[in-house]
């Protein structure tokens, strides 16, 4: 047990390194030297490097130490196609279900919350409620194998978009394209829910591609 809790603290502390990006996109380092940092033992951090390394964050090299991977706007283009069709599909599965009110509260929580935190021009806080209402949503699609294959890539996304979070015009269409979203959860519309979230990630995607390539961020 002691050996997994140590291993879940390196997967955090290393996550938090690479995303603050005091762990540089393109950067090598030693599996001793990322043991020092931590203050870990290296077989904690070993472990929790094959756990990032399976999140597409970096590249585990035997001998040659591990590298942070860089996230070109052409490996964006690919997550992002991924993304919007099994989103979109848990969209329609939600819809489909004809879930309460009361079972879909969280996604309203997370709309009122993004609502709140745009008011304030707080862009970090809409980002984690943002990311709390794509991650309802596939809950609610109820396919863990589509749940799975996001999750896989959830955090090469968010790594990507926090890069820009300060670069983009505040999101106010995105939370209006959530306010339909939800509605057609609560109505049980699984054609429009389908369509309009396939677009609200369509936009997403172009919009984070072109800073990504304004910007040469091909190294985020």
């Known amino acids: ?88 599909l848990a969209a329609r599965n939600a819809a489909n279900a004809h879930y309460t009110q009361g079972e879909l509260a969280l996604l309203s929580s997370c709309i009122d919350e993004m609502d709140r935190t745009l008011r304030a021009e707080d862009r970090e806080g809409w980002a984690k409620a943002d990311d709390e209402f794509h991650a309802e949503l596939v809950r609610l699609g109820n396919n863990s194998r589509v749940s799975a294959i996001v999750s896989m890539m959830s955090d090469q996304v968010r790594r990507a978009r926090l890069v820009t979070l300060h670069m983009r015009p505040l999101p106010t269409r995105s939370n209006a394209d959530h306010r339909k979203l939800y509605e057609a959860l609560r109505t049980g519309d699984a054609d429009a829910a389908h369509r309009m979230h396939h677009a609200h990630r369509s936009e997403t995607k172009d919009v984070l591609i072109e800073l990504l390539r304004k910007h040469h961020l091909n190294s985020v």
């Open 1 to 88: 047990m002691k050996s997994a809790s140590s291993s879940s603290q390196a997967v955090e502390k290393l996550r938090s390194l690479i995303f603050t990006g005091k762990l540089g996109a393109g950067s090598d380092h030693l599996e001793s030297e990322l043991a020092g940092v931590l203050g870990m033992s290296r077989t904690p951090v070993r472990e929790a490097l094959l756990v990032l390394e399976g999140q597409g964050l970096v590249d585990v090299r035997p001998r040659k130490g591990v590298r942070i991977k860089p996230l070109s706007p052409a490996d964006m283009a690919e997550i992002y196609d991924v993304l919007t069709e099994l989103e979109s």
